[in-house]
């Protein structure tokens, strides 16, 4: 008798809520779906080096956008920092936190 999908990952899938468990066919078709993507060609152009190293001063509809993404950062920055102890993992932690925020705002900044 086979099992279904369920009963397969019954052993992890009663912490993991329905929605996120997927049949197997439906993951091969999300990889499909990324190998297709990487087939698709990407080129950075010369404009496009010039526009990621322009200065692009906030216009007013993105300053929000800013501000939460700061505060959220530093929110979480704050809570590595009180329930880690201090090592070189908390560091580099909350780097990746600061990383982000930057990648964040640069997607903000630099969106066409």
């Known amino acids: 008798m086979t099992k279904s999908f369920r009963e397969t990952v019954e052993g992890w899938a009663a912490c993991v809520p ?3 468990l997927m ?13 297709e993507l990487m087939k698709m060609p990407f080129k950075t152009t010369p404009e496009d080096v010039t526009h990621m190293f322009t200065y692009h001063p ?6 929000p956008k800013y501000e939460e993404l700061r505060k959220a950062g530093e929110e979480f920055a704050q ?5 880690t102890p201090g090592c070189p993992d908390q560091t580099v932690a909350i ?7 930057m990648n964040a705002n640069a997607a903000i900044a630099l969106e066409k």
């Open 79 to 83: 809570t590595i920092l009180r329930l």
């Open 18 to 20: 329905e929605k996120y």
């Open 23 to 35: 049949h197997p066919d439906t993951w091969k078709g999300m990889v499909e779906d990324q190998k």
């Open 58 to 63: 906030p216009k007013e509809e993105q300053i």
């Open 95 to 101: 780097r990746h936190v600061r990383e982000a925020v």
